[in-house]
């Protein structure tokens, strides 16, 4: 005997749409990419570290420094612009340029000399001698 089979699909059934695999992926992501981001500013602002600077120097995403040097300017928080704090170019407070340069040695160095001139030197910490152990006694 044959086996037939009479099955009646409801229409709710043949409208849903099977789960997107990629979904809860796509989820988790947005989830890590909010937690890197937390509360930093997306911009921060700083000013150029000397006048040279101001002049030459722009964010990749093409904002430049304003005319008047004690005028801050609004860049975005990323690695370009942490580079460039570290490295003294562009200071986040007003007048923080670090030591200057003198005028005779700066018209010799680029803007990368300067800004490496005026970085703060941290000091190194002195290495111990060991200690030799006393003789031994004979």
């Known amino acids: 005997m044959v086996d037939t089979k009479t099955t009646v699909q409801s229409k709710q059934a043949s409208k849903q749409k099977p789960e997107d695999p990629r979904a809860k992926l796509r989820e988790n992501r947005a989830h890590r990419l909010k937690m890197i981001k937390g509360d930093r500013p997306a911009t921060v602002k700083v000013f150029a570290a000397s006048e040279d600077l101001q002049r030459v120097m722009r ?25 460039r704090i570290a490295d003294g170019s562009v200071s986040t ?9 003198k005028p005779e040695d700066q018209e010799k160095m680029n803007a990368r000399e300067i800004a490496a001139a005026r970085k703060p030197k941290k000091e190194e910490p002195t290495k111990k001698q060991p200690e030799t152990p006393p003789p031994p006694a004979a």
């Open 59 to 83: 964010h990749p995403s093409g904002v430049r420094f304003r005319d008047d040097i004690n005028e801050a300017v609004e860049w975005p928080n990323d690695s370009f612009t942490a580079r």
């Open 93 to 101: 407070e007003k007048g923080a340029a670090g030591t200057q340069a």
